[in-house]
């Protein structure tokens, strides 16, 4: 949102008008949201701004006021910032995955200041077959040299086994090749208690110095 609106927060202080149209109707949501439906970002941040214009404050998860001094008390001058680019796979006319295309995005993406994030929902990893899985775990090493860090994707769903074993596979390529393993939700803890989806989550990532994990639409997981 504030990519497309950066001036979006001082618009609504000021009680200028809100230009619609510049709100971001996807936010996380942009590779699905399009085809299948509005994301919920804007009417939730369509009604905070609201709130702001007539009362000059919102509330937080804590049910806290925010007003424009509290908001100030809160900035930590000089804090570093960081961010992760889920990076778009790009084909070819042919079918053929864009390799060079791919490379240069990603240096592009670090040179930018940002870490890149592969096999994600944006890198078509629901259609990628395993070789081509572990291709561009390769292919992000030689762009961006031996060092520098990056986020790789693990998605097992449609996978047969056993889930927390289908994880740690994937994980053990992604940190093999240098990466910070970020896990897909599978539909296959479904129904399950959240105390069973702790303790499996739990041994997915039992030894490893870093895991993110990562929720996306029922789109991601069905496609497959």
Known sequence: MILTYPELLWDAVEGKAVEHKRICRTFSDCTTAAAKRIAFCC????QLLQDFRTSGAVEDCE?????????????????????IAATLLPYEADGRIAVEAFQNHLRATHHAGLMNAV????????????AEKLDVL?????????DAPFV?????????GDI?????????FIVGH???????????????????KAAAYEAVCRGYPHVLAFRAGTDVRSER
């Open 178 to 196: 240098g990466g910070i393993p970020i896990l897909f939700q599978t539909s296959r803890l479904h129904g399950k208690s959240s105390a069973e």
């Open 138 to 146: 390769r292919w992000i090493r030689e762009a961006l040299g031996k």
């Open 63 to 83: 049910g806290e006021a925010m007003k424009i001094g509290s908001i100030v008390q809160r900035q930590q001058p000089g804090h570093k910032v960081q961010g």
């Open 43 to 46: 009417p939730i941040a369509g």
């Open 119 to 130: 096999n994600m929902d944006t890198g078509y990893v629901n259609y990628l077959s395993e």
């Open 152 to 160: 790789g994707g693990a998605y097992i769903e449609g996978q047969p």
């Open 164 to 172: 927390v074993e289908l994880y740690r596979k994937q994980m053990d």
